[in-house]
């Protein structure tokens, strides 16, 4: 009875064990996932901002699901050959992502220039 006692022991640590290792998996898979849909979000947004004609802009975008924020900032940018010149028609495109909940945060930066005179 005692062997049967401890053998029923082992199998619910052990079973526990496996639990924790799956809601550690399962986490980890969904963090992935809104990684990848903020990514795929943001990539949209970088086209969107690249065609057609540019102008100064500061918006903020939220998704409600997944819950994800994108702040697109659009403005001038000067940029200085070797030789000190100042080149003009030049933009700079940034496009912040914050996605999570609480204490568990991300986010992610994207910027580029864009020639447009």
Avoid at 22 to 47: P, Y
Wanted: charged share 30%; proline share 2%; hydrophobic share 45%.
């Amino acid at each position: 009875m005692f062997e049967v006692l401890i053998a029923m022991g082992i199998f619910g640590m052990s079973v526990v064990g496996l639990m924790m290792a799956l809601n550690g998996v399962l986490s980890v898979a969904k963090e992935a996932r809104l990684s990848r849909e903020a990514r795929l979000q943001m990539e949209n947004r970088i086209a969107l901002l690249e065609g057609g004609e540019i102008k100064e802009l500061e918006r903020v975008v939220e998704i409600e699901s997944p819950r994800m924020t994108f702040v697109e900032t659009v403005r001038r940018q000067s940029v200085k050959r070797e030789d000190r010149e100042v080149l003009e028609g030049f933009w700079e495109v940034r496009i912040v992502a914050k996605w999570g909940t609480g204490d568990d945060e991300t986010e992610e930066v994207v910027s580029f220039l864009r020639y447009a005179p």
